[in-house]
Nanobody
Framework: QVQLVESGGGLVQAGGSLRLSCAAS????????MGWFRQAPGKEREFVAT????????YYADSVKGRFTISRDNAENTVYLQMNSLKPEDAAGYYC?????????????????WGQGTQVTVSS
């Protein structure tokens, strides 16, 4: 089992940047494909980005491609989400997730473990 704790959310102006972190504990971090999802009030949980076990492969939602970057540091048991050029529509709770699947995963039900989330607010 793995425990996930997100941090780094906050209030930022449109056009600004934030870096989210997700610290993992428990089983070997490098055995998990990791993902970031987000959920705004009244909306379904939405896929944002995913990264392979080694960090060599990534995949993004079209809505964040070119603005967000997912990365991981297996030595530090941490996955990151660098968010640039933030827009008001990026405001949401952001959730880190881990899956034992071998391939990149974009569906929320592919993930076995979830963090508690960190809130991102973008002012216009």
């Amino acid at each position: 089992q793995v425990q996930l704790v997100e941090s780094g959310g906050g209030l930022v102006q449109a056009g600004g940047s934030l870096r989210l972190s997700c610290a993992a504990s428990g089983r070997t971090f490098s055995s998990y494909v990791m993902g970031w999802f987000r959920q705004a009030p009244g909306k379904e949980r939405e896929f944002v980005a995913t990264i392979s076990r080694t960090g060599g492969s990534t995949y993004y939602a079209d809505s964040v491609k070119g603005r967000f970057t997912i990365s991981r540091d297996n030595a530090e048991n941490t996955v990151y989400l660098q968010m640039n050029s933030l827009k008001p529509e990026d405001a949401a709770g952001y959730y880190c997730a881990a899956t034992t699947r071998a391939s990149l995963a974009t569906r929320f039900y592919d993930y076995n473990y979830w963090g508690q989330g960190t809130q991102v607010t973008v002012s216009s």
